[in-house]
């Protein structure tokens, strides 16, 4: 009895070596994309603009602004809460933004973004 593959699924060397140069090429894609994710900054704010964190694509922070009116030396706790809830959201929105990016050049391949 013989097996039946599917037609486009094995195949001859020529299916292997187009199959290989488009996995060159996604990564190729996927090492561009990421270079470009790396240097995005986003900005992202925390209580109502309060505190607000600059966030580049490689999580690193860039700067952290703070509003003058919620400087309060007798509430340092409130203060302390609003930065850590700024820069939580900041690292939140700089993954789902570069597993998003990355996944458009993985879609349809089952794989999720930052694979390769």
Do not use: C, F, W, Y
Request: hydrophobic share 40%.
């Amino acid at each position: 009895m013989k097996a039946r593959i599917p037609k486009g699924m094995g195949g001859g060397p020529q299916n292997m070596q187009a199959m290989l140069k488009q996995a060159q090429k996604m990564q190729e894609d996927m090492q561009l994309i990421q270079e470009k994710l790396d240097e995005e900054v986003h900005e992202i704010s925390a209580g109502g603009s309060a505190v607000t964190v600059k966030i580049k694509g490689t999580m690193e922070i860039l700067e952290i602004n703070i509003a003058d009116d919620i400087v309060d030396p007798d509430d340092v706790e409130t203060l302390e809460d609003l930065i850590v809830a700024a820069v939580n959201e900041a690292i939140k929105t700089v993954e789902k933004h570069n597993k998003e990016e990355l996944g458009k050049v993985t879609a349809g391949l089952g794989m999720p973004g930052g694979i390769l």
